[in-house]
């Protein structure tokens, strides 16, 4: 399974949008720059992991649902 960087961008989106954070506001809570999340959100740059970790903390999801993975259990 690889993993797209559009869609991982697009939840990231998602995501911060149902918290209601700006994308200033997200970069001061995961301690991320604005500059690299917009990368990641717009799909031109696939975040490292410690990025999808941090970011996905400070938005309150999975790394599953960044990439769309659904678990049976």
């Known amino acids: 399974m690889g993993i797209d960087a559009r869609t991982v ?6 995501a911060r949008q149902r918290r209601g954070l700006t994308i200033k506001e997200l970069s001061a ?3 991320v720059s604005y500059n690299t999340i917009c990368l990641n959100e717009t799909g031109r740059h696939l975040p ?4 999808l970790i941090v970011l996905a ?6 790394l599953d649902e960044y990439v769309g993975r659904v678990c049976n259990g």
């Open 57 to 62: 903390d400070a938005l309150g999801v999975t």
């Open 29 to 31: 809570a995961a301690g």
């Open 48 to 51: 490292d992991l410690y990025n």
């Open 9 to 14: 961008g697009a939840a990231m989106r998602r």
